[in-house]
C-alpha cells in the first residue's frame, strides 16, 4: 500500500513560481509511475504532469507545458512539481498520484489528499 502526502500548495501572484512536493511511503516507489492532477471549482480533474518510474518518460498537458517541470527522487521516495509563471487559471487543488501498472496505466491506484494552489491576479 502506498500513501501520498503533498506539501507546498500556497497563494501566490501570477507570474510567480510554487513548488509542490508529494511523499510516498510504501515499498517499490521506482516501479511506480506518478502524476499530478489539478481539479479546479466546477471542473474535472485533470491530468497535468506524469512521470515514468525510471524518469525517463514524462508528458505534460498542453496547458502547462514549457512552464511545469515534473521530477522525481527515488531515493527520497518523492516526486515534485516545479510551476513556474503561474496564471490564474492554475488555481485548483492539486494531487499527487501513484500508478501501480506503470507508465501507460490511465488510472492511479493511490492518490494523495491534495494541496490548494491559488493564484492571485
Known amino acids: 500500500q502506498v500513501q501520498l502526502v503533498e506539501s507546498g500548495g500556497g497563494l501566490v501572484q501570477v507570474g510567480d513560481s510554487l513548488r509542490l512536493s508529494c511523499a510516498a511511503s510504501?515499498?517499490?516507489?521506482?516501479?511506480?509511475?506518478m502524476g499530478w492532477f489539478r481539479q479546479a471549482p466546477g471542473k474535472e480533474r485533470e491530468v497535468v504532469a506524469k512521470?515514468?518510474?525510471?524518469?525517463?518518460?514524462?508528458y505534460y498537458a498542453d496547458s502547462v507545458k514549457g512552464r511545469f517541470t515534473i521530477s522525481r527522487d527515488n531515493a527520497e521516495n518523492t516526486v515534485s512539481l516545479q510551476m513556474n509563471s503561474l496564471k490564474p487559471e492554475d488555481t485548483a487543488v492539486y494531487y499527487c498520484?501513484?500508478?501501480?501498472?506503470?507508465?501507460?496505466?490511465?488510472?492511479?491506484?493511490?492518490w494523495g489528499q491534495g494541496t490548494q494552489v491559488t493564484v492571485s491576479s
Open positions: 498520484a501513484a500508478y501501480r501498472q506503470g507508465y501507460l496505466d490511465n488510472t492511479p491506484d493511490h
Open positions: 510504501g515499498r517499490s516507489f521506482s516501479s511506480y509511475a
Open positions: 512521470i515514468s518510474g525510471g524518469a525517463r518518460v514524462k
